[in-house]
């Protein structure tokens, strides 16, 4: 009888060292007594599909992809789903049995499922948004409030042609505010989304005033290093509910563990406890 392979998934990027992922699946592995692993693999642009084609000759059932490939794989990929057409890139890929590569997002997914988590109350009938940056994580974001039925999405970024191209894709429910306004619209808005890089251990604060901040306010930051990033600290010395971006982590990589290992996992406790060490 034949031994039965192996299963093993990973992280594709560049740096990818840091990345918690491996501590959050490898939890999810030993909880379901699956004899799996989780793997990050550093990959240059120029090897990207040479390691995805040979990847499921390996054993491999699919990785996630974060910086710089998310945008490049999806030209590696046999299907996308609409989602990630409409974002312009993939975090996750499955190899399916047919030698197939489906590649999908679930970055939005993981951002709504935390908020919905970390602010009960919140509904997209609570008010605008304000999403300051116009990267591939505010396409997620601004895709996900969206769906959920947000009417009115306020965007700033540091460059406005930026914001303008997001509009562009995603339509009406969208306003492009200037970076230097982006304090004067924190009055109008029920949910403030910062998914620049401005506030992580090593870059820039986050230089916007924040003198709008009420306790009806509810303030969530992509950046979960640190847990508890500048944004946040303000926010709820302000009174405001606040939602740090490790959850958006945690519930990202659900739906893919889901489709690589057949079991969909539960976020609890223990699983912050897991990744946070």
Known sequence: MTEKRIPLAGLIGSPVAHSRSPQLHQHWLRNFGIKGFYVPMDVAHGDLEQVIRTLPRMGFVGVNVTIPHKEAVMAIADLITDRA???????????????????????GYGFIENLRSGAPNWTAKSGPAVVLGAGGAARAVVASLSDAGVPDIILSNRTRVRAEKLKQDFGQRVRVVDWVQAGNVIDEAALIVNTTSLGMVG???????????????????????????????????????????????????????????????????STRKAILG
């Open 85 to 107: 057409t409409l974002i312009g890139a993939a975090n996750t890929l499955i190899f399916r049995k047919d030698g197939k590569i489906h590649a999908d997002n679930t970055d």
């Open 203 to 269: 870059k820039p604060e986050l230089r916007v005033p924040l003198d709008g901040l009420t306790p009806d306010k509810v303030v969530t930051d992509l950046v979960y290093t640190p847990l508890k990033t500048p944004l946040l600290q303000t926010a709820e010395a302000a009174g405001c509910t606040v939602v740090d971006g490790l959850g958006m982590l945690i519930h990202q990589a659900v739906p893919a563990f889901e489709r690589w290992f057949g079991h969909r996992p539960e976020v609890d406790d």
